[in-house]
Nanobody, 117 residues
């Protein structure tokens, strides 16, 4: 079955950087729109960034200019480069794969990002 495995989370000071990775397996990666979401306790999961099959991107207003999503279809991996991190970026970050034609999507298990001094 399809697997999405996130990595790269951790503890970082405000102003610091992290790069998250999401490695996909058992799927035709290039056929999926890939995205990163995040969630904090008591709140709904929110979209952070999305990258389409052809590489077009969009971002939440709160991260625009600080975060960059990219994908490597040869490695079946999507990345989220996070710069100038703020305490309010603290959350569990989830990778999502969405096949618009087949109408199916998958989630990773999540990786914790904590921004604190």
């Amino acid at each position: 079955q399809v697997q999405l495995v996130e990595s790269g989370g951790g503890l970082v000071q405000p102003g610091g950087s992290l790069r998250l990775s999401c490695a996909a397996s058992r799927m035709i990666f290039s056929g999926y729109v890939m995205a990163w979401y995040r969630q904090t306790p008591g709140k709904q999961r929110e979209l952070v960034a999305r990258i389409t099959r052809d590489g077009s991107t969009n971002y939440a207003d709160s991260v625009n200019g600080r975060f960059t999503i990219s994908r490597d279809n040869a490695k079946s991996t999507v990345y989220l480069q996070m710069n100038s991190l703020k305490p309010e970026d603290t959350a569990v970050y989830y990778c999502n794969a969405d096949h618009r034609v087949l109408g199916i999507h998958y989630w990773g298990q999540g990786t914790q990002v904590t921004v604190s001094s």
